[in-house]
């Protein structure tokens, strides 16, 4: 047994540990939360109905998916908790279409963004 504790204490650690904080693990976990939110809206605005639909509305869904990309992590978070409380099924693809439709037209009055040539922006 000797031998064996004077060997333990004669190797030194093989890497070191730091104290991670609260707020950094914190700061971790929402930045994972966030691109599972991203992912879960892209995936959402990539099925095949949603496609149909946003072409029928006149909007391009390649720019429907560079405006997600640019939406801000509080702007991700609201879209992903509204279309987490839709019901399953029939009015559900609609409404969420239109809150994306709806943030979409928002922003490109505040001139965030250019993506309807109907409108006109406040800058």
Avoid: Y
């Amino acid at each position: 047994m000797a031998p064996f504790l004077i060997m333990t204490l004669a190797v030194p650690a093989a890497h070191a540990t730091a104290v991670v904080t609260t707020a950094q693990a914190m700061a971790q976990s929402g930045i994972e939360q966030t691109r599972s939110e991203r992912a879960r809206i892209q995936g959402f605005l990539a099925r095949e109905d949603v496609v149909k639909q946003l072409v029928r509305l006149g909007v391009s869904p390649a720019d429907a998916q560079s405006r997600v990309a640019a939406l801000t992590d509080a702007e991700i978070a609201r879209i992903d908790q509204h279309i987490e409380q839709l019901p399953a099924g029939g009015n559900s693809l609609i409404g969420a279409l239109v809150f994306i439709f709806v943030l979409l037209l928002i922003t490109d009055i505040l001139g965030l963004t250019k993506v309807f040539p109907f409108t006109r922006s406040v800058r």
